[in-house]
């Protein structure tokens, strides 16, 4: 990007200097950083790569309100949410930035934004790269980080009769977003607690990496849990059942919805960055030692019969659509 690309009088290379090759977490095994044509980077012995890199896009996976600061935070934290699901410790980014009119202000926020989360992970930037576009800002991050040999978790591993769990609470994210854009209304405490947890979801690497001989499989909910939990089934050619009653819904949502629809957007809605895993019964005993109690909730179990059901209080089954959140966007106006 040259000065002419943009009206900020940074050039590519001032820009990256100021905003991008300082400041951020150093580490041992980064032999080359920033500022030659690639990286040098050494993986520990006995230490499987796991790679993984997600796009944002402006007006399409953040609001174009959004502030550059949780920007900043959001992009590494949906990667580190796939690492935290391979059950993979991260250690280093790169970061390619596509920015219709970068200002001082917004470079500054979203530089704060990511160094936040990457001081709190120890994760080094190694490099990126920075072009102009012509409307909306994109941002790729790409994550980097190890498993010991062989000890990722898949999506494939779930066997018939281990039991569904998920960590923290769901359907949070999805009132975020909801009371964004106004489809609901909010005390002004519950509005910053569902806004927080769309805009600065704490992905749950040490809970990822704590499951590593313990769950069969692992993902993160980041489209819904029907929708997430459906590729573990669909991986291992399995189904689910999962207890309506059972699934972890915070206060706010309890206290702001109707039951049912608290359940359709635990459900279905996404941005929950929580990690959703099976662990077979013989290993269930495990948990206790390995994660808080409070931080996960069993909510079904893997069985044989494909696709996803749901069971009421009541005893009834249905089998529910990912229009559940749909639906919910223009039923609550
Ligand atoms: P090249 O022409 O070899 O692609 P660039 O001029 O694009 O190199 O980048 C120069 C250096 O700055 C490289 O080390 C690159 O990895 C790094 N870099 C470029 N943009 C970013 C960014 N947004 N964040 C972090 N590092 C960046
Ligand atoms: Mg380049």
Redesign the pocket.
């Known amino acids: 990007m040259s000065s002419k690309d943009n009206t900020m009088s940074l050039g590519?290379?001032d820009?990256?200097h100021q905003?991008?090759?300082q400041g951020f977490p150093n580490r041992p095994d980064v032999k080359l950083?920033?500022?030659?044509?690639?990286?040098v980077c050494q993986i520990p012995s006995g230490m499987q790569l796991v790679v993984s890199v997600d796009t944002l896009v402006e007006g399409k996976h953040f609001p174009v309100n959004t502030s550059a600061q949780n920007i900043g935070y959001k992009s590494l934290a949906v990667n580190l949410s796939d690492m935290a699901a391979m059950g993979a410790v991260p250690s280093w980014m790169?970061?390619?930035?596509s920015l219709p009119n970068p200002t001082h202000a917004w470079l500054t926020d979203f530089r704060q934004g990511l160094l936040e989360l990457a001081e709190d992970m120890q994760v080094s930037?190694?490099?990126?790269?920075?072009t102009a576009s012509e409307k909306y800002i994109t941002i790729t991050l790409q994550i980097m980080g190890f498993v010991p040999l062989n000890s990722a978790i898949q999506r494939k591993g779930a066997m018939i009769g281990d039991k569904i769990y998920v960590t923290g609470t769901l359907g949070d994210a999805g009132l975020g977003l909801a009371s964004l854009q106004n489809w609901v209304e909010l005390a002004p405490s519950a509005k910053k607690f569902v806004e927080k947890r769309l805009n600065r979801p704490i992905p749950r690497v040490k809970e990822g990496q704590a499951l590593r001989n313990v769950a069969t499989s692992m993902i993160d909910i980041s489209d819904g849990l029907l929708s997430d939990l459906s590729h573990i089934t669909e991986a291992n050619a399995l189904g689910a059942t999962l207890h309506l009653s059972q699934l972890p819904l915070s206060n706010v949502l309890q206290e702001n919805l109707p039951r049912e629809t608290a359940w359709n957007l635990a459900l279905s809605a996404g941005d929950d960055y929580e990690l959703c895993f099976t662990i077979p019964p013989s290993k269930e005993s495990l948990l206790i030692n390995l994660l808080p109690p409070q931080s996960y909730t069993v909510i079904g179990t893997i069985e044989a019969s494909q696709g996803i059901r749901c069971l009421y209080p009541n005893g009834k089954l249905s089998t529910p659509t990912r229009r559940g959140y749909e639906h919910f966007k223009y039923s609550v106006k």
Request: proline letters at 0%.
């Open positions: 590519e290379f820009l990256i905003y991008f090759s950083g920033i500022g030659d044509d690639g990286a790169t970061l390619a930035l930037l190694i490099g990126g790269d920075t």
